[in-house]
């Protein structure tokens, strides 16, 4: 990833609070712009609900289910990594990395799903795990898109 204060690369956003900059850049903000900076992060679309509603908006038209699947499979190495960390116990970070960049990604292909066919919202969001196989796992993030606009 691009810092877009220094404009150099640095690494994945769950060593970080923020996706735009790096921790360099990050921890030379003020307290307001540290604050922003890590909403941005993980607001990346508003507009999505749990809940098939969104406070102060009012439905005008619902166009139907959107989706995004990610298929993923676990390095050689990273499985080696995940055994070590499992004999001492606690949160294997190695599969929380994973299953959070999966899940990201999943939640992102079904906002560009729903802003292709014309929304501006997604009610309803769920997300669905499969075991396809051995190592081999499928992430589904669903919901309903949908049009809103302010209540007047």
């Known amino acids: 990833m691009i810092c ?3 404009r150099q690369e640095f690494p994945s956003q769950y060593y970080f609070k923020t996706e735009t900059v790096c921790i360099e850049c990050f921890n030379k903000m003020s ?3 540290k604050l922003e900076a890590t909403r941005r ?7 999505s609900s749990t809940t098939f509603e969104i ?3 009012r439905v005008v038209k619902q166009l139907g289910v ?3 699947i990610v298929v993923r499979s676990r390095s050689l190495f990273g499985t080696i990594g995940a055994s070590l ?3 001492f116990g606690g949160n294997i970070t190695l599969y929380t990395e994973l299953c959070e960049k999966t ?3 999943a939640f992102d ?4 799903h729903a802003e292709k066919i014309g929304a501006n919202a997604v009610v309803g969001v769920r997300y669905d795990a499969t075991e396809i196989t051995d190592g081999v796992s499928e992430v589904l993030c669903y919901g309903t898109a949908v049009v809103v606009e302010r209540k007047s």
């Open 55 to 57: 406070e102060g908006h």
């Open 103 to 105: 899940r990201g990604e």
């Open 109 to 112: 292909m079904m906002v560009s």
């Open 31 to 33: 307290e307001s712009e």
């Open 66 to 68: 959107v989706r995004g």
């Open 4 to 6: 877009e204060k220094c």
């Open 85 to 87: 960390q499992t004999l």
């Open 41 to 47: 992060s993980l607001m990346k679309h508003p507009m």
